[in-house]
């Protein structure tokens, strides 16, 4: 199976309309070199600019939707299509993820369960989700995460009872905190034995120097591919099959004793 990480940075000169037109085409490109495409986080309106939060949400089949459908469409991949901020019909704002088949068909949607922010920004001025989502591929079954979430192994041990063989984290991680991310990517591979996909952002939003350095981790915790600080489309190759033989050869998560309620769909 091959993933493209389309680790782009959120250019504040370019309204939201040019950066969707901008993902499409590097979503489109992908056609025939991979079989999963993932954006990162908020790359709408940038994960750190709590200020256009309320300006640019939209509904769940909003613009970006309707954006990221064709593009997978035309691309004829399965496309997470990162997360965008969704505004419900109760004018409750979320970060919500849109997962999308080759087909351009809406696989999936998932708001994020942990907030960043203690006290301020998203964590303030969005809601919670409270469902641990999946989703079926004919090679292997995803798991969805967003960005904070790596830091909460509860919601990864949820989705490995749901069926998880493959997570899919997009992010809006900064640079301070940059040896974090390799580390929980790494982690929550080899406690769940489950490959790691993780998609960050490039460039700096609302001041915020961005990680950038995507990430793909097998059920081993080995690295099989990372990119660079900059805007990067990074492509790996891997054998899903290899969770079932992981999970086989070193079968750690049946020694489980302690079980974490967590809700789901």
């Known amino acids: 199976m091959r993933a493209s990480l389309i680790q782009i940075a959120v250019n504040e000169d ?3 309309e040019a950066r969707r037109r901008r993902a499409a085409s590097l979503v489109r490109d992908r056609a025939g070199a991979a079989d999963l495409v993932v954006l990162p986080e908020l790359w709408t309106t940038g994960a750190f600019a709590f200020e256009e939060f309320g300006t640019a ?19 004829g991949v399965w496309l997470h299509a990162g997360s965008v901020p969704e505004r419900d019909r109760d004018g409750t704002l979320y970060n919500t993820s849109l997962v999308f088949s080759p087909d351009g068909d809406l696989a999936a949607a998932y708001r994020k369960i942990h907030r960043f922010g203690f006290d301020k920004g998203e964590a303030v001025l969005m809601g919670a989700g409270r469902d641990l989502v999946t989703v079926r591929l004919p090679e292997t079954t995803l798991g969805v995460a967003t960005c904070y979430d790596l830091r909460f192994p509860e919601l ?31 982690a929550r591979a080899v406690e769940n034995q489950a490959f790691v996909l ?27 591919a990372q990119a660079g600080a900059d805007e990067e489309v990074l492509t790996v190759e891997f054998d899903p ?10 079968p750690a998560l049946k020694d489980r004793v302690l079980g974490v309620e967590v809700p789901r769909r």
């Open 14 to 16: 370019e309204s939201v």
């Open 198 to 224: 993780a998609c960050a952002t490039a460039g700096t939003h609302a001041g915020v120097p961005q990680a950038g350095h995507s990430i793909v981790v097998d059920p081993w915790g080995e690295v099989l």
């Open 57 to 75: 949400a939209e509904p769940l089949r909003g613009p970006t939707h309707e954006a990221m459908a064709k593009a997978a469409s035309d691309a």
């Open 241 to 250: 099959a290899k969770v079932a033989r992981t999970r086989e050869q070193f």
């Open 156 to 186: 990864f041990r949820g989705l490995v009872d749901a069926g998880a063989e493959t997570f899919v984290v997009p992010a809006g991680w900064p640079e301070r905190r940059r040896s974090h991310w390799t580390l929980l990517a790494q």
